[in-house]
C-alpha cells in the first residue's frame, strides 16, 4: 500500500508498504478481526495512527486520530454519536445546543475535528466534535435559490485540503451540485445532475472521488464528477426501499466501502456497502433517527 509520510526534514513523500508479517500491541476481538481488504486497513490505520502518517507540510490544517477512526452521527433531535465501524458500537456523546427551534438536516466533519451542521431553517451552525459546543456562523441562507441540502467534505488540492459540497434538496430548480466556501461561505452551483433526478447526501472517498446516495425506491449509490455534475457511475441498492420524502438519511465513506443509514424518523437501518464485491448488509437497526454522518477526510 501506499502512505503519505512526513519526514524528519519536514519533506512528505509517498512511500510503498509491504508487509511479510503484522503484529499488533494489545489484545484484538477475533470475531471482529477478519482478513480481508476493509477490515485489515482498518486496524493498520488505527495502529499507525493516520493523524501522524497523513499529512501536507503546506497546511496547517492537521489531520487528527479522533476524526480519522470513527464515524460521527447526528439525529433529528440534536443528539450527537460515535460510531465504530468494525464493531458497529454506538456511543453517545453529547447533545449539540444550537441557537435555534429548528431540527438538524444534515452534517460533515472537518478534519480538524469541527462539524458543520445545517438546520431546517437553513441555518448553518459549527460545533466541536468533542465538547459539542455550537457556535453561529455568518453564512446567508438561500443563497442561489438553496435552504436545504446534503452535504459533506471531499479531499482535494485546495488550500484546506478538502472542499465542502452540497447536494440541493428541492426538484424546483432541478437538482444540482455545488460547493461550499468554509472561509466566505458563499455558495457555488457547479452543475445540474445529468442522470438522476432526487435528493442526495454526499460523500468523499480516501482518493478524492465523490459519492452520492440518492432517495428513491430503490435508494442509488452513485459517483459524481466534482466538476461538472456528471453522473459517472450507478449501483442500485434494492435492498433499501424507503418511501422518497417521507425518509431520512445519511451517508459516509469509510475505506473502500460506504455505510448507508437509512429511516423513517423513528428509527435508522444501518446498511454496509462493500464496494469491492458489490454487496450491501443490514448491520444493524438504532432508536434514532440519522440525519447527519461525517468522518475526516484524513482517511
Known amino acids: ?33 477478519q482478513f480481508n481488504n476493509f477490515y485489515f486497513l ?52 453529547g447533545r449539540i ?6 431540527y438538524p438536516f444534515s452534517m460533515a466533519i472537518q478534519r480538524t475535528g469541527k462539524a458543520w451542521t445545517l438546520f431546517t431553517d437553513g441555518n448553518l451552525y459549527t460545533f466541536d466534535i468533542q465538547t ?10 438561500q443563497q442561489e435559490g438553496l435552504i436545504l441540502f446534503g452535504m459533506n467534505f471531499v479531499k482535494d488540492d485546495s488550500d484546506n485540503n478538502e472542499r465542502l459540497y452540497i447536494s440541493s434538496d428541492s426538484s424546483d430548480p432541478p437538482y444540482r451540485l455545488g460547493t461550499i466556501d468554509i472561509d466566505t461561505l458563499e455558495i457555488s ?9 432526487a435528493r442526495a447526501e454526499l460523500a468523499g472517498t480516501n482518493d478524492g472521488r465523490l459519492f452520492g446516495l440518492f432517495e428513491g425506491t430503490p435508494y442509488i449509490i452513485a459517483e459524481i464528477n466534482r466538476t461538472n455534475g456528471e453522473i459517472l457511475s450507478k449501483t442500485l441498492q434494492n435492498m433499501i426501499q424507503y418511501t ?31 464496494s469491492s464485491i458489490k454487496t450491501t448488509t443490514k448491520t444493524k437497526t438504532i432508536s434514532n433517527g440519522i440525519v447527519g454522518a461525517g468522518i475526516s477526510t484524513c482517511m
Not at 512526513?6 to 471482529?32: A, E
Not at 459539542?132 to 441562507?141: A, G, I, L, N, R
Not at 452551483?189 to 433526478?197: G, H
Open 97 to 102: 445546543n444550537c441557537s435555534t427551534t429548528a
Open 132 to 141: 459539542t459546543q455550537c457556535q453561529t456562523t455568518s453564512y446567508v441562507s
Open 244 to 274: 422518497s420524502d417521507s425518509s431520512q438519511f445519511a451517508f459516509i465513506s469509510y475505506l473502500s466501502n460506504f455505510f448507508l443509514f437509512v429511516g423513517n424518523g423513528s428509527f435508522t437501518d444501518i446498511f454496509l456497502y462493500d
Open 42 to 93: 482498518h486496524y493498520l490505520f488505527i495502529y499507525l495512527d493516520p493523524g501522524n502518517l497523513i499529512s501536507n507540510t503546506t497546511t496547517p490544517f492537521k489531520c487528527t486520530s479522533e476524526t480519522s477512526t470513527y464515524i460521527y452521527l447526528l439525529d433529528q433531535d440534536s443528539n450527537f454519536f460515535q460510531f465504530h465501524p468494525i464493531t458497529f458500537v454506538l456511543t453517545f456523546i
Open 189 to 197: 452551483v457547479i452543475a445540474y445532475y445529468n442522470a438522476i433526478s
Open 1 to 33: 500500500m501506499t502512505v503519505s509520510m512526513k519526514f524528519i526534514n519536514d519533506t512528505s513523500h509517498d512511500v510503498q508498504l509491504r508487509f511479510c508479517s503484522f503484529s499488533i500491541s494489545g489484545r484484538i476481538n477475533p470475531d471482529v478481526l
